[in-house]
């Protein structure tokens, strides 16, 4: 070295700069996992009361016909019928919608909803 002196502070900003752009990535990820758990368990509310509603219009047919009509509109929202049962005309559905926020980790989200006719 022809006389010069390295400066001890040099790459100090950079590193600096990394730990800050790793601190954004971590708080958005977790956001992300944050707000898929929510949209899960909107979307477990939206094929648990499709799935009653479709469940209710078919239970002058019997417990299995609304049922099975349950259940093949909450599988097309998405969801997994856990519990169909019927109440006079009513139907009484839960729908579970399973969510991996974060890859190995898995959650599982139920929504119940009722439907059946306007009585009053």
Known sequence: MD?????????????????????????GAFG???????MAAQRAAVAADLGALAGA??????????????????GRNGGRLVDCRTDGLDVLVTVEVAVTPL???????ASTARAGPVRG
């Open 3 to 27: 006389g010069e002196r390295a400066d001890p502070e040099r790459g100090g900003a950079t590193v600096l700069l990394l730990a800050v752009g790793l601190v954004f990535v971590l708080v």
């Open 103 to 109: 890859p190995g980790l898995t959650r599982v989200v």
């Open 57 to 74: 219009a078919r239970a002058f047919d019997g417990d299995v016909a609304a049922c099975a009509s349950a259940a093949d509109i909450a």
């Open 32 to 38: 992300a996992a944050v707000a898929s758990a929510a």
